[in-house]
């Protein structure tokens, strides 16, 4: 049950990054404003591709299990799944310099 609930768990989290890019991407902005809002939408890039990555890994680990239990060895089977979810620095950076920009010609707060 504990699998289930923490697969859900991710699933949702995925989801939410999904949904938060398409909202920013669909916003409708002043063509001043469109490099701003593509660089804050593709901040979530990278979190997507790590979720994609884990669940890919936790399919292998799955489908593995089988021939590991099929094995007469009685030693424990462990498994360790890492979910780390990170920052593209570079998109931070564009996005920092996009809004300097932004604020410098007055366009945006």
Not at 24 to 45: C, G, N, P, T
Not at 63 to 75: I, T, V
Not at 80 to 93: F, T
């Amino acid at each position: 049950m504990q699998i289930e609930h923490i697969a859900q768990r991710v699933v949702e989290i995925y989801e939410g990054f999904l949904d938060c890019a398409a909202r920013i991407r669909s916003a409708a902005i002043s063509d001043h404003l469109k490099r701003l809002f593509e660089l804050a939408a593709s901040w979530v890039d990278m979190p997507i591709t790590q979720i994609r990555d884990f669940i890919d890994q936790c399919v292998a680990e799955v489908n593995r299990m089988p021939d590991r239990l099929a094995n007469p060895d009685d030693r424990p089977i462990y498994v360790r799944l890492d979910l780390v979810i990170g920052e593209d620095n570079r998109i931070i950076s564009d996005f920092n310099q996009e809004m300097k920009r932004v604020r410098k010609r007055g366009l945006f707060g």
